[in-house]
């Protein structure tokens, strides 16, 4: 009888490949002969005193209801000399679920709350996308590399989130730099949607929807089929980052070497003509990894700072917001252990968790470096090229800078609020309550963050 059913969904599904047409991939990217160039981690100009990067991590609606929280805490946190924390944010990264409100501030800043509630939150993403595999029609479609298009997906983004938007419009009247990220399936590496990137690419940047670039970082294997970009060999000169050179050198950090491999292979026309993005959390779940490449590969001891930022700076603490979930699964208790659903969840989720550990530990640990080294690099500084950076020697005291790490998660909550933030599923959109409880999670958590009230002048409650 078993075959039996089988024999029929194959022959279902033969039949219905007739009917099944799949849509060609659209390039999301453009050639450019001139692309603009940058670096991974556009930080500055006019930085000063106290700057903040957000790093918003996947998850989903669960990741982008909660940040919305984090957002609102940080317009309610004053900063030392007025303004709120939310002002002090120069440079948010996203990834995956985390990619909508990373692009959110960069084109809107900390504000027009209600509308990314209403656009983002409310809207039903996850009744428009096909979620089974086990109709013969989603089969096919899987067959051809993920049961949903995401060019679909991101044309409905750009409608009606974005409307319009470019990554050129990122960072403009004093809003945030933004960095979004995907994996690039083919190299196993994060793929930045940064100036370096594109100028690799011969890409014009600027002009690429910001929608393109959220629905890669959002494209979930299965769920959606790759989105496509264009490695545009041969259609620009521009000379590629120094920290190319990492690619053969066997004594370079392994993260640097496998994204200079990478780098290298979208102007090697015979290896990559195409770039198949998928969800951004299979390599960059904390999204982070833009950042630690710019520490790892630069040539000076303050970039991605430029000098005079780096002469100004007080304190740069950068800001994890971190939706990721403890296991909570019933099974440990069952002598018969997972079901296959189960356990693939589990694989996955164990491989994933030991790579976020891993992120969060080489990026403290990169941040230590970058103290250090800015350190000394100030105190080295004879006072005319202070003078001449800074523009006047009152208040300078060259070891006053401090680079940290912090975190606003579901930890920082009592237990029965993180318990109950915990057990919400990652899905692309969820019921209002569970947004509800969400936001005021991501609020409470902001207020009492020790990283964010170490930044803030606000009494303590």
Not at 159 to 178: H, I, K, N, S, T
Request: charged share 20%.
């Amino acid at each position: 009888m078993t075959r039996f059913f089988a024999a029929c969904a194959l022959m279902a599904t033969a039949l219905l490949g007739g009917c099944v047409v799949l849509p060609d991939p659209r390039v999301a990217d453009t050639p450019s002969a001139h692309p603009a160039t940058g670096g991974l981690a556009p930080l500055g100009p006019g930085l000063e005193g106290e700057v903040l990067v957000l790093a918003f991590s996947g998850g989903g609606a669960r990741a982008a209801a909660f940040s919305l929280g984090v957002m609102e805490g940080l317009a309610a946190l004053p900063a030392p000399g007025g303004g709120s924390l939310a002002d002090r944010v120069a440079l948010t990264t996203g990834a995956s679920g985390g990619a909508l409100p990373a692009a959110w501030m960069g084109l809107h800043g900390a504000a027009e709350f209600e509308s990314y509630r209403a656009t983002v939150l409310d809207a039903d993403w996850h009744g428009r996308v096909r979620t089974g595999t086990a109709s013969p029609v989603n089969l096919l479609r899987l067959y051809g590399g993920g049961v949903n298009n995401p060019d679909a997906f991101a044309d409905a983004l750009d409608r009606e989130v974005f409307r319009g938007a470019r990554l050129g419009d990122f960072g403009r009247a004093g809003r945030p730099q933004v960095v979004l990220s995907a994996t690039d399936i083919a190299n196993h590496a994060p793929f930045f949607f940064a100036p370096a990137t594109f100028a690799q690419l011969c890409a014009d940047g600027p002009a690429m929807r910001v929608a393109d670039a959220v629905a890669a970082s959002m494209a979930a294997p299965v769920l959606f089929r790759p989105l496509t970009m264009q490695a545009f060999a041969g259609a620009c000169a521009t000379p590629g980052p120094a920290w190319l050179g990492a690619a053969d050198d066997r004594q370079a950090p392994w993260m640097l070497a496998r994204q200079a491999r990478a780098f290298a292979s979208y102007r090697e026309a015979e290896r990559v003509a195409f770039v198949h993005l998928l969800d951004a959390g299979l390599t960059d779940y904390l999204a982070v990894a833009a950042l630690l490449v710019a520490r790892l590969g630069a040539e000076t001891p303050h970039a991605p700072l430029a000098p005079d930022d780096a002469v100004r700076l007080a304190r740069l603490t950068v800001v994890l917001v971190d939706v990721g979930q403890a296991p909570i699964d019933p099974w440990p208790l069952d002598a018969d252990g997972p079901d296959g659903q189960q356990a693939i969840e589990a694989a996955f989720g164990a491989a994933m968790g030991t790579n976020v550990r891993l992120a969060r530990d080489a990026l403290a640990a990169a941040l230590d470096d970058w103290q250090t080294a800015l350190r000394d690099w100030r105190c080295g500084l004879d006072q005319a090229e202070v003078l001449r950076l800074r523009g006047t020697l009152e208040g300078w005291r060259c070891d006053a800078v401090t680079v940290t790490l912090g975190r606003v998660s579901f930890d920082d909550l009592p237990p029965d609020e993180r318990e109950a933030l915990a057990a919400i599923k990652t899905r692309l959109s969820l019921p209002r309550d569970e947004v509800d409880q969400l936001i005021a999670g991501g609020r409470a958590a902001a207020l009492a963050s020790p990283a964010l009230r170490a930044l803030s002048d606000a009494p303590r409650r």
